[in-house]
């Protein structure tokens, strides 16, 4: 599973890299990191920065018959290129939609992957939990603790904005060669017909048929009040 996040992420093993404060960064930068359980331990990898140009071929390579990525290696690629690959090919393989989960007040990582493990369990989907630094109690407690984690929350809306933008500008681009295919299709069909209705009707149909990947958010208790301001 990747966890997406704007808390500050240091050195260390397992969940303890994952702080209660935003990345020094600022607040809307975003760090993907990969997790697995073994047995009671937590395996943490962060996803690295840029892409080399031999990683970004080894992913088209890799890829080509589900995803067909027309990009371009020569380009600035980054690591968020290979999860998107690596979530969208498991939901298209395993016939699975795409939940964002975001959390609410109180919860620490311990708290957001327990929860996204039991949504995937539940209702057959794959979940990128969304986490921003709620530390809840911490070493303040009552009123001030909830004030204190609505405060992160107002903050963490810009890194929830640039990790949709980010999800989306991926769907786009590794549906893009789809898109061509219908196109060409949907053109040589109606080459000789003036039936625009029944044309862009074709096209829907067939784009549905292809790309079956739904993608969902939800949002628990005070992430709905990150959401609010994310829209704002």
């Known amino acids: 599973m990747y966890i997406?996040?704007?808390?500050?992420?240091s050195k260390g093993k397992g969940l303890k890299i994952f702080g209660d404060t935003p990345s020094p960064s600022g607040p809307n930068e975003l760090r993907a990191v990969k997790v697995n359980k073994k047995g009671s331990s937590w395996i943490t990898e962060q996803v690295k920065d840029r892409l080399t140009q031999q990683e970004v071929e080894e992913l088209v390579e890799k890829y080509k018959g589900e995803l067909n990525l027309n990009i371009d290696p020569n380009k600035n690629w980054y690591g968020s290129l290979e999860v998107a690959?690596?979530?969208?090919?498991?939901?298209k393989?395993?016939?699975?939609?795409?939940?964002?989960?975001?959390?609410g007040y109180n919860n620490d990582v311990t708290d957001v992957l327990k929860t996204a493990y039991e949504l995937e369990k539940l209702y057959n989907v794959v979940v990128?939990?969304?986490?921003?630094?709620?530390?809840?109690?911490?070493?303040?407690?009552?009123?001030?603790?909830?004030?204190?984690?609505?405060?992160?929350?107002?903050?963490?809306?810009?890194?929830?904005?640039?990790?949709?933008?980010?999800?989306?500008?991926?769907?786009?681009?590794?549906?893009?060669?789809?898109?061509?295919?219908?196109?060409?299709?949907?053109?040589?069909?109606?080459?000789?017909?003036n039936n625009p209705m029944a044309e862009a009707e074709l096209y829907s149909k067939l784009m549905e048929k292809e790309c079956s990947i739904k993608i969902n958010l939800l949002c628990h208790s005070m992430g709905n009040y990150l959401l609010k301001h994310s829209l704002i």
Request: glycine fraction near 8%; proline fraction near 2%; charge should be positive.
């Open 4 to 9: 997406i996040t704007n808390r500050v992420i």
């Open 85 to 91: 690959c690596e979530v969208f090919h498991q939901a």
């Open 93 to 103: 393989t395993e016939g699975k939609s795409i939940l964002i989960f975001v959390h």
């Open 128 to 193: 990128i939990p969304f986490t921003w630094p709620a530390n809840g109690g911490g070493i303040i407690s009552g009123t001030a603790s909830y004030l204190s984690d609505k405060s992160d929350a107002r903050a963490s809306s810009g890194a929830l904005n640039r990790f949709v933008g980010k999800l989306q500008s991926f769907h786009l681009l590794l549906n893009e060669f789809a898109k061509s295919r219908i196109k060409e299709i949907v053109g040589i069909k109606f080459k000789d017909k």
